[in-house]
């Protein structure tokens, strides 16, 4: 019965049902089947939403909104244009530079495409940047800010896995940052070949002075919050409520842009998004709770073991499913249905639960940007009025930095663990 769920979801998927329905029809249908009391649906669906760390995803998502709406975006773009505007490739580099500063407070890739991306595409073609070389940076720096902390994948990973998700958010500090150099040397290039402007002057130290002080307290945000969890001030769920509150203090008392108007369409915004994430996360705990009963996860495990006993085959492995599960699946829906079943026995031959979550995120976060489901590609390309084929032929050289970024997480190991062996 568990692999007859499992050929339901695929066929309901496949046959273009909504993924949340793919989800809880099979469900639905087994706990029938099965005699099971209707009441347990409910019953699972409450156990799987009782959960604090998962509350961060919401508080997140408002904060994100909210720093569009304060100002707080348009800030950090204008001082990342003046640190960087001079380098190879101008404001493609103030682009990645700023997708980093930003990340470094909403914690989410959508949230970067949405909310800076309107900003640095309209700053892009305004300086004779062309449409689809601006949405691909602007696509693929957006992928740095589900690994460095806070980010929302990694809080559902480590709520799925029981891992330390203080621990999973510092080990994506330097891959973040490797990920960073990439683009720009890779940005770099491309605008160096194609005769992209740069600015003719590097700033004075008045011009950063001047720039900086609008956007310190943006700047200080990612610190305070990886100080808070560092020194044990608050957990990664209580640094989503003290973001939220710093933010709404900036906005009101300093930057002084924000009204209760505005604070009431984030909150708006927000109880969409999350109704959408939740009610997901909702219907895989049903799902992965009859894959459990039905023992599939350790019939795969058992399946990997015979497969291979070599940690680097498991890995390269586990590369394979999630990338192509990134394809078709959004983030959360992966990680929710997949991560329960491949975990264990990957964990069990010795790979580092910590190391395994930034694998499995980075790949479903470049899975935003793969065809044919990519989330990132649809909103990108509705934000920059450009064709999906333009976008997908500026985004190949970007794909080349991305993959040695995902290399570098899986082989080595010592970088994404250095900050985490610290911390334990």
Same mark, same amino acid.
């Given at each position: 019965m568990g692999y007859a769920v499992i050929a339901g979801f695929a066929a309901l998927f496949v046959a273009g049902v909504p993924v949340v329905y793919a989800v809880l029809i099979p469900s639905i249908a087994y706990v029938l089947l099965e005699g099971l009391p209707p009441t347990l649906l409910a =019953?699972?669906?409450?156990?799987?939403?009782? *959960?604090?760390?998962?509350?961060?995803?919401?508080? $997140?998502?408002?904060?994100?909104?909210?720093?569009?709406?304060?100002?707080? %975006?348009?800030?950090?773009?204008?001082?990342a244009s003046v640190l960087a505007a001079r380098l190879p490739?101008?404001? +493609?580099?103030?682009?990645?530079? #700023? *997708?980093?500063? $930003? =990340?470094?407070? *909403?914690? &989410?890739?959508?949230?970067?495409?949405?909310?800076?991306?309107?900003?640095?595409?309209?700053?892009?073609?305004?300086?004779?940047f062309d449409a689809p070389f601006a949405a691909a940076v602007t696509a693929s720096s957006a992928l740095i800010g589900p690994i460095f902390p806070p980010s929302i994948p990694l809080i559902v990973y480590g709520s799925v896995t029981s891992v330390s998700i203080i621990q999973l958010l510092m080990a994506g500090i330097l891959p973040a940052l490797l990920c960073t150099a990439a683009l720009m040397a890779t940005a770099a290039?491309?605008?160096? *070949?194609?005769?992209?402007?740069?600015?003719?002057?590097?700033? =004075?130290?008045?011009?950063?002075?001047?720039?900086?002080?609008?956007?310190?307290?943006?700047?200080?945000?990612?610190?305070?919050?990886?100080?808070?969890m560092l020194t044990g001030a608050f957990t990664?769920?209580? +640094? &989503?409520? &003290?973001?939220?509150?710093?933010?709404? &203090?900036?906005?009101?008392?300093?930057?002084?842009? !924000?009204?209760?108007?505005?604070?009431?369409?984030?909150?708006?915004?927000?109880?969409?998004?999350? =109704?959408?994430?939740?009610?997901?996360v909702a219907a895989a705990a049903m799902f992965g709770w009859i894959l459990a009963i039905e023992e599939i996860p350790q019939a795969f495990g058992a399946a990997i073991a015979g497969l291979s006993g070599n940690r680097l085959v498991l890995l390269l492995l586990v590369n394979l499913i999630f990338f192509v599960a990134g394809m078709f699946l959004d983030s959360t829906t992966a990680t929710l249905l997949i991560v329960p079943i491949? #975990?264990?026995?990957?964990?069990?031959?010795?790979?580092?639960?910590?190391?395994?979550?930034?694998?499995?995120? $980075?790949?479903? !976060?470049?899975?935003?940007?793969?065809?044919? !489901?990519?989330? +990132?590609?649809?909103?990108?390309?509705?934000?920059?009025?450009? %064709? !999906?084929?333009?976008?997908?032929? +500026?985004?190949?050289?970007?794909?080349?930095?991305?993959?040695?970024?995902?290399? #570098?997480i899986t082989l080595w190991e010592d970088m994404v663990l250095a900050i985490p062996r610290l911390i334990r």
């Open positions: =019953s699972r669906v409450v156990y799987a939403l009782d *959960s604090f760390p998962l509350v961060a995803v919401p508080v $997140f998502i408002f904060v994100g909104n909210l720093m569009n709406l304060a100002g707080i %975006t348009d800030r950090i773009f204008r001082f490739g101008g404001l +493609a580099q103030v682009n990645i530079l #700023a *997708s980093l500063i $930003f =990340s470094g407070i *909403s914690g &989410a890739a959508l949230a970067d495409v949405g909310g800076l991306g309107r900003v640095e595409i309209k700053a892009m073609r305004e300086r004779g290039i491309v605008a160096l *070949s194609a005769g992209y402007p740069r600015a003719e002057r590097w700033p =004075s130290l008045r011009e950063v002075l001047k720039a900086l002080g609008p956007a310190l307290p943006a700047l200080l945000a990612p610190l305070f919050l990886i100080a808070g990664p769920t209580e +640094a &989503a409520a &003290a973001a939220a509150v710093y933010v709404l &203090a900036i906005g009101f008392l300093l930057y002084r842009e !924000m009204t209760v108007a505005h604070v009431l369409h984030a909150a708006l915004l927000t109880a969409r998004n999350t =109704s959408a994430i939740l009610v997901i491949i #975990a264990p026995p990957v964990v069990a031959a010795g790979v580092d639960p910590v190391h395994l979550g930034l694998i499995v995120v $980075f790949n479903l !976060m470049i899975g935003l940007l793969t065809p044919p !489901m990519g989330l +990132a590609l649809f909103l990108i390309c509705d934000i920059a009025q450009i %064709t !999906m084929r333009a976008l997908l032929r +500026a985004l190949v050289p970007f794909y080349l930095p991305l993959a040695a970024t995902l290399a #570098a």
